[in-house]
C-alpha cells in the first residue's frame, strides 16, 4: 500500500511538470507577441519577453491606419459573417433532408456532400471556373467559395443532431397544418439551437482564418480580410516587429473572444464528429 | 405521412449547387485537364495524353520531392500530434489541478490563423535575433542554436515542429473527449485487480479509443496531405525547395502559368484524396453520432 501511495504522488507530480511545460511553451510566444506590441520601435530588434520601457499604446493606432485595418477588418466580417449564415441555412436544411429521407439515393447524396470534408481544392481549375462565372475579385465569389468549403462538415455536424429530434414531433405538426416550410423553421429548426450555435462559431472561425482563398482570388487590397492584410503588411514592415505584433494581437483578437466565449461550443463540436458512446 | 412531400429534395439543392459547382467540378475537370498543355502562354489547349504525368513520376522538376516533402509531413505530424497529444490527454483528463486552465491554453493555437502563428514564429526562429537562440545562448546551450528556417538541413524539421506545436492541442482536446467517455467503473475494476497505470493505459484506455484515435489519425492526414499556410508562412518552400510540399508548389506553378503541371499534381492528390475520403467517411457514419 505504501508503495502504490508513493507511486501515485510521483505520478501527479510527473503529470504537473509534463503539463506546465507544455503550457509554457505555448504561452511564451503568446507572450512575446502582446508584450512587444507594446514596444518602441528600435526595442524589438530582438523580440525577448523583457517588458516594454514605455508602454507604447500608439502602435495599436499606426498599425490600424497603415494597415488599413478597418477595412479589412469589415471584409473579413463580411466574408466570414455571410459566409457562415449562407452556410448554415443551407446545409441545415440539406442535413434535414437526408436525415429524415434515409432512402438509398438520399444516403448517397449524403456520402456525396460529406465526401468533401476530404477532398482538396484544385485551385487551377477553380480560377478557371471562378473566371467564367465572373467571380474573381468579388466578395459574392469569397462567400459562396466559403459556402462550398464550408457546406460538408456543417452538414456532417447537424446531420447527426437531426436524428435525435423525434419524427411523431414532424407528424403532429402535420396533422396540425403545417407545410413543409412551416414545419422546419417553426418546429425542428428552434430544435437544432445548439447544433446550429456549434456549427455557426466553427464556420465564422475557419472562414475568418482562411487565406488562401483570397491569396488566390482577390487582387484589390480593399477587398483583402485580415489574414491577407497582416501578410502583406508583414511584407512592408519586415523589421518592425513591434507593429507586426501588434498586427497580429488586432487579428488574432476576434478570434480568441469568439474562443472564450464560444469555448463549449467549439470544443462540442468538434469532438462530436470524433467521439462515440 | 408521405415522406417526399413532408421532406421536399429542393430543402437540399441550394447546399449541393454550390458545393458540386465550387468544389467537385474544379476537381474533375483539373483530371481532364491533366491530359493537356493547358498553360498561360497559348490560347490553343491540346491532348497530350499521360505525359504530364509521366513528367512527374520520372522525376522532372522536383515534382517528386514536393510530393515526398508532402507525405513526409503528413506522417511525421500525423503521428508526432497522436502520441504527444495522448501523452498530454493522460495526464489532462483526470486527478490533476489546474486541468481546464492547461487544456485551454493548450487548445488555443488550433484556434489562432495559421498564418499569423507562422508569422511570429519566423521571428522567434530568426538565427542572430530570434527568441530560441537567444533563450540557448542565455543558457549556456549556444551551441544548440541553429539556423532554423535557414538551413537547408533542419528546415523542414522547423517547419514541422511549428507545426506540431500549433495542432497538437486540438487532438489532445479530442482524446480528452474519447478517455471522459470510458465508463469509470473499468478503471476502478482495473484499480480493485491490482493492475499499475500502465497496465490501465495498455488494457483499458487505449482499446477504447480506438474509434477517437482513428478518427484523429485521418483528421491529422487530412491536413497534412492540403499543408499550405504554415509553409507559406514560415519558408514559402525555401531555401531551395527543400520545404516545398504540394500547395505551395502549385501555387507557385499558377503564377508561373504552368497550369497543366498545377493540375496534375493537384488532381494526384484529388483521387488519393478520395479513396482515404471513401474510408474516413465509412468510419465516421459507422454508427450515429452522440454528443
Not at chain 1, 462565372?133 to 462538415?153: C, D, H, R, S
Not at chain 2, 429542393?10 to 498553360?39: E, N, R
Not at chain 2, 514541422?160 to 482524446?175: E, F, H
Not at chain 2, 498545377?262 to 454528443?291: A, N, R
Request: net charge positive.
Amino acid at each position: 500500500m505504501v508503495y502504490t501511495a508513493k507511486n501515485k504522488a510521483i505520478q501527479v507530480i510527473l503529470k504537473n511538470i509534463l503539463a506546465w511545460f507544455a503550457s509554457l511553451l505555448v504561452l511564451i510566444p503568446m507572450a512575446l507577441v502582446v508584450l512587444n506590441a507594446f514596444k518602441a520601435d528600435g526595442e524589438t530588434l530582438n523580440m525577448s519577453l523583457s517588458l516594454p520601457k514605455q508602454w507604447i499604446v500608439s502602435n495599436f493606432s499606426t498599425v490600424i491606419e497603415k494597415g488599413k485595418l478597418p477595412t479589412s477588418f469589415l471584409n473579413s466580417m463580411l466574408y466570414a459573417g455571410a459566409g457562415m449564415v449562407i452556410t448554415i441555412l443551407f446545409g441545415s436544411m440539406a442535413a434535414y433532408i437526408f436525415s429524415r429521407r434515409r432512402s438509398k439515393g438520399m444516403s448517397l447524396v449524403y456520402m456525396y456532400v460529406v465526401l468533401g470534408m476530404v477532398i482538396p481544392v484544385n485551385y487551377v481549375t477553380l480560377t478557371h471556373t471562378m473566371q467564367t462565372l465572373k467571380l474573381t475579385n468579388t466578395a459574392v465569389g469569397i462567400i459562396l467559395l466559403y459556402v462550398a468549403m464550408q457546406t460538408p462538415f456543417t452538414v456532417f455536424l447537424i446531420y447527426g443532431f437531426v436524428s435525435k429530434i423525434p419524427v411523431e414531433l414532424d407528424e403532429a405538426a402535420i396533422l396540425d397544418g403545417c407545410n413543409p416550410f412551416q414545419l422546419y423553421w417553426r418546429v425542428v429548426f428552434p430544435m437544432l439551437k445548439s447544433a446550429v450555435v456549434t456549427a455557426g462559431v466553427l464556420c465564422f472561425l475557419n472562414c475568418w482564418n482562411e487565406f488562401m482563398m483570397p491569396l488566390y482570388f482577390l487582387h484589390s487590397s480593399t477587398k483583402w480580410p485580415m489574414t491577407l492584410a497582416i501578410y502583406n503588411f508583414f511584407g512592408q514592415y519586415e523589421m518592425k516587429w513591434n507593429l507586426i505584433c501588434a498586427d497580429v494581437l488586432l487579428t488574432c483578437a476576434p478570434v480568441v473572444v469568439i474562443y472564450l466565449l464560444g469555448q463549449k461550443y467549439i470544443v462540442g463540436g468538434q469532438t462530436a464528429g470524433a467521439v462515440k458512446g | 405521412m408521405q415522406k417526399s412531400k413532408v421532406y421536399p429534395w429542393y430543402f437540399a439543392i441550394g447546399s449541393i449547387l454550390i458545393y458540386t459547382i465550387l468544389s467537385v467540378i474544379p476537381g474533375i475537370l483539373g483530371i481532364g485537364y491533366s491530359f493537356t498543355d493547358w498553360s498561360a502562354y497559348s490560347k490553343e489547349i491540346h491532348f497530350v495524353g499521360f505525359e504530364n504525368f509521366r513528367n512527374v513520376f520520372a522525376g522532372n522538376d522536383n515534382y517528386l520531392r514536393y510530393i515526398g516533402n508532402t507525405v513526409l509531413f503528413t506522417l511525421v505530424t500525423t503521428v508526432l500530434k497522436t502520441v504527444l497529444g495522448l501523452l498530454f490527454a493522460v495526464a489532462l483528463s483526470r486527478n490533476i489541478k489546474w486541468k481546464n486552465f492547461h487544456r485551454g491554453v493548450l487548445y488555443l493555437p488550433s484556434v489562432l490563423p495559421i498564418l499569423a502563428t507562422g508569422l511570429v514564429f519566423t521571428s522567434i526562429l530568426n538565427p542572430k535575433t530570434g527568441f530560441l537562440n537567444e533563450m540557448l545562448r542565455a543558457v549556456g546551450l549556444g551551441g544548440l542554436a541553429q539556423k532554423w528556417l535557414v538551413d537547408p538541413k533542419i528546415a523542414f524539421g522547423s517547419v514541422m515542429a511549428v507545426d506540431i506545436w500549433r495542432g497538437v492541442g486540438y487532438i489532445m482536446t479530442l482524446l480528452i473527449a474519447g478517455i471522459l467517455a470510458i465508463p469509470d467503473v473499468y478503471f476502478e475494476a482495473a484499480a480493485i485487480d491490482g493492475a499499475n497505470a500502465w497496465q490501465r493505459f495498455r488494457f483499458i484506455t487505449l482499446p477504447m479509443l480506438r474509434q477517437t484515435l482513428a478518427v484523429t489519425i485521418v483528421l491529422n492526414v487530412i491536413y497534412g496531405l492540403k499543408v499550405f499556410d504554415m509553409v507559406y508562412a514560415l519558408t514559402n518552400g525555401g531555401p531551395g525547395h527543400r520545404t516545398e510540399v504540394l500547395y505551395t508548389a502549385v501555387y507557385k506553378m499558377m503564377s508561373k502559368g504552368l497550369y497543366a503541371a498545377g493540375t496534375t499534381i493537384s488532381s494526384i492528390l484529388f483521387i488519393f484524396m478520395v479513396i482515404i475520403g471513401y474510408f474516413m467517411v465509412k468510419i465516421l457514419t459507422k454508427d450515429e453520432v452522440v454528443e
